[in-house]
């Protein structure tokens, strides 16, 4: 008698490969869902089976894998657990976020849309958690349905979940920023590789991104001030693209100062980037010695930034490290690699020229309007640090932040000028005053730096105070007429 035939093999969650281990291993991300799926067979849970601990992960399966349309019963059972169990909601959203997303093959991808949005809809704990860690894959095949998600809940998430919401149209703003630029990859050898699937993605649904963050905007702008002085700095990269124009126009004039003023959170930032940077720049200035780090410092620009528009994250990455990432005491005198360095390695990497400018205005930003008691003075001291470090062996760096420093001052917000000067000038003094640099000496008395840039730092520090300049080298400032003093302006700029 010839044996029964074997049972087809359950469904795949992740796309398989040489270095991930099979799914009926226990080191696999796939093994608690299998596991669960095989305890838990039943396509209708038993009411003994909404109290079993396999559950969550037995249902996630079910969602991944089952065709379209979802089947009734599954959402019953995942209603009637949660509403039975307090914590089911939230072990069923954790079980999702367990799977390595970049892995998913395209139907369990589509389907942990669409059960993000069922949790959504019912208000679940735990889906906020679920948004947010999706929102730091965009793009990819299938953001459009991620985008319709917000904006379908829009309303709810404004009055019960502000700060998802607020983060939503800044991980928005930030990918719209970062590729108005770039155009999509096309080539005849294109080999339908994930990057030009992400880049098609992107291009069909940019007009609903763009018409998504008017919207919320104009409709939810106290929401949206949540993001802090990130929201001035997004919108201004996008004030030529027609749809953001009545924006600057009708809107942001009278709000502009006041956003200004409210410091971008470390959350906020941390939403630019994808998850594995995070971990890794982590890593690398948490752990990873001085000298150590040319090797990681490599594998980063390999992994990140070589691939198509890449580069375009640099300037989300400083923003992150000057905003999301203030090390404690203890890291700072443990030997590793320092923020300075980080970025400082970051500005050398860059090649295109609008990077390098956005690069700097991200390092600087929060000087220009830095007060004293209410800034962090965290968001300032790289940009310090990395001036000061770098002048004796590297003044070409020290030159170049400075001359766009001063730049900054004379043309960010011209009607703002003499608030952004006071706020730059503060800066330099709570930096000396609480000891992050012992003295501006080591910057208006170092003959290495430009004589021009030098002349210029010490009128601009002595200009509240006198006696500011000649204290800082010892010596009295010469006196210049107006027409010196422009020529040099111009010729600095």
């Not at 956005?358 to 830095?370: H, P, R, V």
Request: contains cysteine; charged residues 20%; aromatic residues 8%.
């Amino acid at each position: 008698m010839p044996p029964p035939p074997s049972s087809s093999p359950p469904p795949r969650l992740l796309a398989g490969g040489e270095h991930l281990p099979p799914p009926t291993s226990a080191s696999s991300p796939e093994h608690p869902f299998l596991s669960a799926h095989l305890l838990l067979p039943s396509p209708s849970p038993s009411p003994a089976d909404l109290s079993s601990p396999h559950l969550p992960h037995a249902l996630a399966f079910a969602f991944l894998t089952q065709p379209s349309p979802l089947p009734r019963h599954l959402l019953v059972a995942l209603h009637a657990a949660g509403a039975r169990f307090t914590a089911f909601y939230q072990a069923f959203a954790s079980a999702l976020l367990s799977l390595p997303f970049p892995l998913l093959l395209p139907h369990p991808r589509a389907r942990l849309l669409l059960a993000a949005s069922e949790l959504a809809r019912a208000a679940a704990p735990g889906f906020g958690s679920l948004l947010a860690s999706l929102l730091r894959r965009v793009p990819f095949p299938g953001d459009a349905r991620l985008l319709e998600l917000f904006t379908e809940h829009a309303s709810f998430l404004a009055d019960e979940e502000p700060q998802l919401l607020a983060s939503a149209v800044f991980a928005f703003l930030r990918l719209l920023a970062r590729n108005r630029l770039a155009p999509a990859p096309s080539s005849a050898v294109c080999k339908d590789c994930e990057e030009c699937k992400s880049a098609k993605s992107l291009e069909e649904c940019r007009g609903k991104l763009v018409s998504f963050c008017v919207s919320m905007l104009r409709d939810h702008f106290q929401v949206c001030a949540l993001i802090g002085r990130d929201l001035v700095r997004s919108l201004h990269e996008l004030a030529l693209v027609p749809e953001f124009q009545p924006l600057w126009r009708d809107l942001m004039p009278d709000r502009v100062g006041d956003v200004c003023l409210m410091s971008t959170p470390g959350w906020c930032t941390a939403l630019a980037i994808t998850a594995e940077m995070e971990t890794q720049l982590l890593f690398m200035m948490n752990n990873v010695k001085w000298g150590d780090q040319k090797r990681y410092q490599l594998w980063f620009v390999r992994k990140h930034l070589m691939m198509p528009g890449g580069e375009e994250r640099i300037p989300d990455i400083v923003r992150f490290i000057c905003c999301g990432y203030h090390p404690t005491n203890e890291v700072m005198h443990s030997g590793v690699i320092a923020r300075w360095a980080v970025i400082g390695w970051l500005l050398t990497f860059c090649r295109k020229g609008y990077v390098v400018a956005n690069a700097k205005l991200a390092l600087f930003y929060d000087w220009l309007f830095f007060e004293e008691g209410r800034g962090s003075i965290m968001n300032i001291e790289p940009a310090m640090l990395l001036m000061v470090n770098s002048v004796s062996q590297y003044t070409d760096i020290t030159n170049m932040l400075l001359e766009f420093l001063f730049l900054l001052i004379d043309n960010y917000d011209v009607r703002r000028k003499h608030a952004i000067a006071c706020c730059v000038r503060s800066a330099f003094e709570v930096l000396v005053k609480k000891r992050v640099i012992s003295s501006l000496e080591q910057l208006t008395c170092c003959e290495k730096l430009s004589p021009l840039l030098r002349q210029k730092l010490v009128a601009f520090l002595s200009s509240s105070n006198p006696g500011a300049a000649e204290d800082s080298c010892g010596k009295p400032t010469p006196r210049v007429s107006k027409e010196t003093e422009l020529k040099k302006s111009v010729c600095s700029s």
